[in-house]
């Protein structure tokens, strides 16, 4: 990968997620490698089927797929023409990032967004602030905040 800002030298794709899942597992986050070949709502939570013959049960989903929405499409997500250079269908999502299915949303080339990383990754954390903050009913912010100063006493 030759033109990431913040890399000013080449560094590969690998080693950029590389990077971004041990980023997310010293958050605390579960890294779990697998082909999801089915998402099927049901009632409350999303069931996710993957090709070696696990099941996962999610209350929400963030479809991250890039060029690809195969998986989106077989489970009956609306799509729509894409506009970037050589996507050819992008996941219908709204201003927030939801799909057309309640509790799965899309991010990234597969939300038809972009086809460059920095806006790709940037989009990702957009929606997923957005779901986090429906959950939560108020704005959600990951990082230190400066505390506001007091109002000058005249
Ligand atoms: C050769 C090449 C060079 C590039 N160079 C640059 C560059 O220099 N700068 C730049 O900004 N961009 C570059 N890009 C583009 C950039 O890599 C993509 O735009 C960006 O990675 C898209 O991010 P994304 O998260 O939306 O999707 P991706 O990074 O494509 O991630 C999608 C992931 O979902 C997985 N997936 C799909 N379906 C399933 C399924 N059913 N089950 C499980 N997993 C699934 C895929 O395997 C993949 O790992 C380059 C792309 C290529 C191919």
């Known amino acids: 990968m030759t033109n990431l800002p913040g890399h000013p030298n080449v560094i590969t794709g690998p080693e950029l997620v ?13 890294w779990v490698t697998a082909d999801v070949t089915a998402l099927d709502p049901a009632g409350q939570s999303v069931s996710l089927s993957t090709a ?26 609306t799509t ?15 201003a927030q990032g939801r799909t057309s299915i309640p509790g799965v949303w899309a991010a990234g080339t597969a ?30 912010v990951d990082h230190d905040v400066l505390m506001q100063a007091p109002a000058a006493v005249r």
């Open 52 to 77: 070696d013959g696990r099941i996962f049960e999610a209350e929400q989903v963030v479809l991250t797929t890039g060029a690809s929405v195969a998986l989106a499409r077989a489970a009956g997500l």
């Open 18 to 30: 590389e990077h971004g899942q041990e980023h997310a597992r010293r958050a605390g986050a579960e």
């Open 80 to 94: 729509r023409p894409a506009t970037e250079p050589h996507i050819k269908e992008a996941i219908v999502v709204d």
């Open 111 to 140: 939300a038809g967004v972009s086809v460059h990383v920095i806006v790709t990754a940037g989009d990702g954390a957009r929606v997923v602030l957005n779901l986090i903050s429906t959950r939560k009913g108020q704005r959600h």
